[in-house]
């Protein structure tokens, strides 16, 4: 026979009660006697532990429910080690009843299924002399006891932020440490100074709502009610706003698109690319905050950062960066397993909240008795289980005073089992505060009189018993009422004391009220119904949520919090019957996690091929075509973007097929585009001009400009162009090159597509570069670094500053030129295929100032990275330098030298690059007459010259002319 004690009433005196039962057990059996005449035997054990109660499982006398947990398995193994008509308990047990009985210790035991010996005794009686307590009421909360350190640090960084010295302090600590409990201290000893507040509230719910904390702290300072209407709320963010005359057509549009406000003809739209947004949304709230300063100091708190979402993470980390000089401290607390990015600065102070001591333990603990004297037992109990946690402590103390036995007060075995006693004691409100349990640490009453299935005066009467017994408070929301737990640990075991089956209907419940009565928070926080859909067991509509908040925040340039929500959509969706439904939900969740995924770990990530590689099976399953040929173009990208070229080729040519087979143009157009950059990429100029030709011909930009956004992000009419252009550039035909670079500019401009725009003025600056016109590469870079700190684009940021360093240091014998480039470098050739590019920029520049050496490893470490011989845009020029810079560093490395530019020449020719072969064979035929070996150099530049393409007009071909006028 199996019993539990504390289930499903749980009791602060269960283990007590336990063995008053197994005494009663034995003694009444022994009174019985069997068919032969003997008296009935029985063993006992009990056990003290955390238990799961699940299911019912069984039929008629047989139905129970399902229980899993060590517990019971320990107490079996301990009946086992019983004699007859006796009581084996734990160690658990044991201490929990303390003197209340006599035992017998039987040591240390090894039991079956127990890695480690177990500490057993044997009950005996119950003891001649127990503990008794007095009755008396206990104080419904603790004083502040201890944290005199803390409270006068940050009284003093108070002090300096109100001195316009702006102040971070990042106070961290485990549940129950009293983080929030200083925070509030810190307000009542600054209540008579002037100064704003700003209090935002991380929440468990919300890891992947961008922004969420702000967001409600706004909606409470402008005073946000369920039934204003958009006009409403307009005319009161426009208070708001007004009272820092932050009131530009800019900010309130921005701050309107944040608090999900319709706009009406008041405000300008924003006209505004989603990163742009983005960036404009974040410094418009760090202004807010500034100006707010100009008035009066700020005090800014931000609770429960481990549970902040990344892009109120990013906005934090601004706000941090920008207070140095102004009136705010900015107060952050996050438990321990938050690792704070903020540290290192020298405004930024970290504070971790140690345990009480001892004395202090027992001063909170005679603070919450107040008048009631507790045992010096007793209280050496309540410490050695809260362990310093002012919380613990608390929630202890006040169950002894609350508790129904105080003749006989046993304290808890843990927190939980406080709590939930406490819990058991409302009664009916127990129902009220696992529904509420269920919404969140934070719940309106609106909500909750929506999901729980009782009359609103039993809400209401409800809520005043949690309120009443300290489990919750109101919060300040004008016009709307809504509650919090006191502490995150209540709501915790609010909610894990609900049966399974009863959680997931609540759930849904709390999902279908806010989708019928509360539209506005369906539309705003579809990761919110997601969440409760998910965990009622709705895993097909909570795909269709989280889809939907997947394309909410990549919409705002929000991609951490969409990774996260595209993959919560992918798990549910597995937990669907397998078919086509299922296919193709989890193919549109995958073609939309990749792009997010890669702007957040890269291309290189492993996990992003993963998801591809998993898209390209489910199109294949599915005979999806556009489906399957978004997947491998995500392959391609993720091989190009990785450096793999004969992957991407592989890839490419793969594409090709697909969109030869596909009834839509665009989806082919896109192939030849991936298969133009490969070969480009590659080294394979002749492909490289053909396939941009073919690209032109068949781009119509009233039908194709959608593929931009789609692939790549940028338009592919502007990259035909632009390949065309650098082919042409590094064919030596510059002419033409250069009306291609026009062309594609001008197309960009046309389609105003900031990224396309940015990447045909930065591709324009390779063509410049190549054709030495160091002045148009100039002013071209200074295009791409506006557009790019315009839209945010550090890639091309860093690119154009690269090139222009080498304008500068070549063109201009400037040393600012290459320390530009010295420090741009490792951004620039850390993404994309141009890195080998750059290494040759670089070691040109180098060697400008005599740095052969520094040059030469540049060169090399780019070389080493050639995995197919040959194969490489710009590689011959990499063994063009290398061969150069080995002849001038050393004269003993004549014949290295040689070798390096003869494969120089010999790629170029592969290649069909004729500017880089031309330049190769000048190279060559002067390091030949600088060692006195005239005619060995000569004959390639004299074999080229004499074939040299129609329209070819490098300017290194007066160069070429020279050298073999004088042979």
């Not at 707010?292 to 005090?299: N, S, T």
């Not at 709501?491 to 279908?512: M, T």
């Not at 492909?687 to 039908?703: F, I, Q, S, V």
């Not at 530049?941 to 006028?965: H, I, T, V, Y």
Request: hydrophobic share 40%; charged share 20%.
């Amino acid at each position: 026979m199996l019993a539990y004690f504390g289930y499903p009433q749980a009791q602060e005196d269960a283990a007590e009660r336990s063995v008053y039962a197994a005494l009663a057990i034995i003694d009444n059996l022994m009174q019985l006697k069997g068919p032969d005449g003997r008296a009935l035997e029985t063993r006992i054990g009990i056990a003290t532990g955390i238990v799961v109660i699940g299911d019912i499982i069984g039929s008629g006398v047989a139905r129970e429910h399902s229980i899993v947990g060590e517990t019971p398995n320990l107490a079996a193994r301990l009946q086992t080690l019983a004699e007859p008509n006796s009581i084996v308990v734990s160690e658990s047990t044991h201490h929990l009843l303390g003197r209340q009985f006599d035992y017998q210790s039987l040591g240390e035991q090894t039991l079956k299924g127990f890695a480690n010996p177990v500490q057993v005794w044997r009950v005996l009686r119950e003891a001649a002399v127990a503990s008794r307590f007095a009755a008396g009421h206990g104080a419904r909360t603790g004083p502040f006891i201890g944290r005199v350190q803390e409270i006068g640090l940050l009284l003093d960084r108070w002090q300096l932020a109100k001195e316009c010295e702006g102040q971070v302090v990042f106070l961290s600590g485990e549940p129950g440490m009293g983080k929030s409990r200083i925070v509030d201290a810190l307000f009542e000893r600054i209540v008579d100074d002037p100064y704003y507040h700003v209090i935002c509230q991380c929440s468990p719910y919300h890891t992947n709502s961008a922004l969420h904390p702000v967001i409600r702290q706004f909606e409470r300072s402008a005073g946000f009610t369920m039934e204003d209407s958009a006009t409403i709320k307009l005319e009161k963010l426009e208070t708001l706003l007004s009272a820092t005359d932050n009131l530009s057509d800019s900010t309130r549009s921005l701050f309107a698109d944040l608090l999900s406000i319709p706009l009406d003809d008041r405000y300008p739209p924003l006209d505004l690319a989603p990163a742009q947004r983005k960036a404009a949304t974040i410094a418009a709230i760090v202004h807010q905050l500034s100006r707010l300063a100009e008035q009066k100091p700020v005090l800014f708190v931000l609770e429960d950062a481990h549970w902040i979402d990344p892009t109120t993470q990013e906005l934090v980390t601004r706000v941090i960066d920008s207070i140095a000089s102004m009136c705010v401290l900015v107060l952050i607390t996050a438990r321990p397993e938050f690792l704070s990015p903020w540290t290192g600065r020298d405004h930024v102070t970290s504070l971790a909240l140690s345990r009480l001591s001892k004395t202090q333990c027992a001063e909170l603990i005679a603070g919450v008795a107040t008048a009631r004297v507790l045992n010096p037992t007793l209280v050496e109990d309540i410490l050695a289980k809260t362990e310093g946690v002012p919380l613990f402590i608390e929630e202890l103390t006040k169950a002894i005073m609350e508790s129904a036995t105080p003749d006989r007060p046993v304290v808890p075995a843990t927190l939980q089992d406080s709590l939930m006693a406490r819990l058991d004691r409302l009664g009916p409100a127990k129902e009220i505060a696992q529904v509420a349990a269920v919404i969140g640490q934070q719940f309106s009453y609106a909500l909750l009189e929506a999901v729980t299935r009782t009359s609103a005066g039993d809400v209401a009467t409800g809520i005043a018993r949690l309120v009443d017994a300290g489990l919750a408070f109101p919060q300040s929301r004008a016009g709307e009422l809504s509650y919090s737990f006191k502490h995150a640990l209540m709501r915790d075991v609010a909610y894990d004391n609900l049966l399974r089956g009863r959680r997931q209907q609540i759930h849904e419940r709390v999902a279908r009220a806010l989708e019928e009565h509360f539209p506005a928070v369906a539309e705003s926080e579809p990761e919110l119904l997601a969440q409760h859909l998910a965990q009622g067991g709705l895993a097909d509509q909570a795909c269709v949520y989280y889809e939907r908040a997947g394309d909410r925040a990549a919409a705002r340039s929000n991609f951490a919090e969409g990774v996260a929500h595209f993959s919560n959509g992918l798990r549910e969706a597995a937990k669907l019957v397998e078919g086509p439904d299922r296919l193709r939900r989890e193919l549109a969740l995958l073609l939309k996690l990749g792009p997010p995924l890669t702007i957040m770990k890269g291309y290189q990530t492993p996990e992003l091929e993963e998801v591809y590689e998993r898209a390209c099976e489910t199109g294949t399953r599915l005979g999806d075509e556009t489906g399957l040929f978004k997947a491998t173009w995500g392959l391609w990208n993720s091989a190009i973007a990785s450096r793999n070229l004969k992957k991407a080729r592989d890839r490419a040519q793969e594409l090709v097929g697909l969109g030869q087979h596909s009834t839509d143009s665009g989806l082919l157009l896109e192939a030849f585009h991936c298969r133009w950059s490969t070969a480009f990429f590659r080294g394979d100029t002749v492909t490289a001009l053909t396939d941009g030709r073919e690209g032109t011909k068949r781009y119509d930009p009233a039908r194709h400009k959608w593929l931009g956004p789609v692939f790549g992000g940028h338009d592919p009419g502007v990259c035909a162009l632009n390949v065309q252009a650098l082919a042409l550039g590094l064919s030596g035909v510059l002419a033409s090159g250069r009306s291609c670079v026009e062309q594609e500019l001008s197309l960009a401009e046309m389609l105003n597509h900031p990224h396309s725009l940015a990447f045909a003025a930065q591709s324009g600056t390779v063509f410049h570069q190549l054709a030495g016109d160091h002045e148009a590469l100039d002013q071209l870079a200074e295009r791409v670094i506006e557009l790019a700190d315009k839209y945010n684009f550090p890639p091309q940021r860093a690119h154009a500053l690269l090139l222009s360093g080498w304008a500068h240091a070549i063109g201009q014998d400037s040393e600012a030129g290459l320390e530009l480039m010295e420090a741009e470098y490792p951004r620039a050739s850390a993404v994309g295929p141009f890195f080998r590019y750059y290494a040759a920029l670089l070691a040109e520049a180098r060697a400008k100032f005599g740095k052969f050496s520094e040059a030469l490893t540049v060169l090399r470490s780019a070389l080493d990275t050639v995995s197919e011989p040959g194969i490489g845009v710009f590689v011959p020029e990499l063994y063009r330098l290398q061969g150069l810079y080995l002849l001038r560093l050393d004269s003993h490395n004549q014949e290295e030298a040689m070798r390096s530019l003869q494969t120089a020449v010999d790629i170029a020719k592969q290649q069909n690059a004729v500017l880089l072969q031309l330049k190769a064979a000048i190279s060559m035929a002067q390091a030949a007459r600088s060692i006195s070996q005239p005619k060995r150099g000569l004959q390639p530049l004299r074999d080229l010259c004499a074939n040299l393409p129609d329209g070819f007009d490098a300017p290194q071909l007066a160069e070429a002319k020279r050298l073999l006028s004088k042979t």
